[in-house]
C-alpha cells in the first residue's frame, strides 16, 4: 500500500480554482513533486519543492504544504488540465520514493 | 537539452529477466542528478522501482528489492534495469527518467517516452 494518499477524482469548472492533495507522514519532512499525465503520454513535472514550477508550466499552477498534506492547485483550470496527477515524495525512511494513487481531473 | 530513451524487448516469458536499457542523450550521465526507473501496469498509477547514481550507488522499491537490478555504464551513457522472474503482473509501460537533486527539492523532471513490456508465454 501507498504511503502517501491521494483522492482518486474531483472536477472542477472551466476557469475554476481545483486543489489536489496529497496526504502522507512523510509529507512532515520531505517536500512532495507533481506529476501531469494525459492518457498515452509520459508524466510531466509541474511542481517541486516548496512551490517551483519548471520552465514551461503555466502559473495557474501552484504548490503548498502545511503539516502532512501538500497541494496542487490549478487557478482558472484549462480544458487542457485534464490529466491525471500524481504526488511523489520520500517514504517514511526517507530512502526510497513513492508516488500516491493519483487524481483524475475532470475539466467540467 | 537533455533527453531519454528506454529500449529493450517488448515480450518476456513467465520467469524470465526483464531487461531495459535507458539512453541518455544531450548531457553526460555523470552529474549531480540520480537516473530513475519508473513502471505503471495498464490502467493504474505510477510505481518508483528504484535509482542509481553514476557512482553506482543505488536505491530499490523494498517491495521489488529481491528482483530488481539496475546499473549505469558511464561510457555509453546509459542506465539499465534487469527485473528477474517476472510475472503477468510485472507487465506494465516502463518509464526512465532523470531525478534532479537540488537540497530539498528532488524532483522527476526530464522523462523517456516510455516502453511497454508484456510478460506472456
Known sequence: SSELTQDPAVSVALGQTVRITCQGDSLRSHYASWYQ????????LVIYGKNNRPSGIPD??????????AS????????????????????????????????????L | QVQLQESGPGLVKPSGTLSLTCAVSGGSISTSNWWTWVRQPPGKGLEWIGEIYHSGSTNYNPSLKSRVAISVDKFTNQFSLKLTSVAAAD??????????????????????QGTMVTVSS
Not at chain 2, 507487465?91 to 523517456?112: H, L, N, P, S
Request: proline letters at 3%; glycine letters at 10%.
Open chain 2, 91 to 112: 507487465t506494465a509501460m516502463y518509464y526512465c527518467a532523470r531525478d534532479q537533486r537540488v537540497v530539498g527539492q528532488d524532483a522527476f523532471d526530464i522523462w523517456g
Open chain 1, 72 to 107: 496542487l492547485t490549478i487557478t482558472g483550470a484549462q480544458a487542457e488540465d485534464e490529466a491525471d496527477y500524481y504526488c511523489n515524495s520520500r517514504d517514511s525512511s526517507g530512502d526510497h520514493r513513492v508516488f500516491a494513487t493519483g487524481t483524475k481531473v475532470t475539466v
Open chain 1, 37 to 44: 499525465q494525459k492518457p498515452g503520454q509520459a508524466p510531466i
Open chain 1, 60 to 69: 495557474r499552477f501552484s504548490g503548498s504544504s502545511s503539516g502532512n498534506t
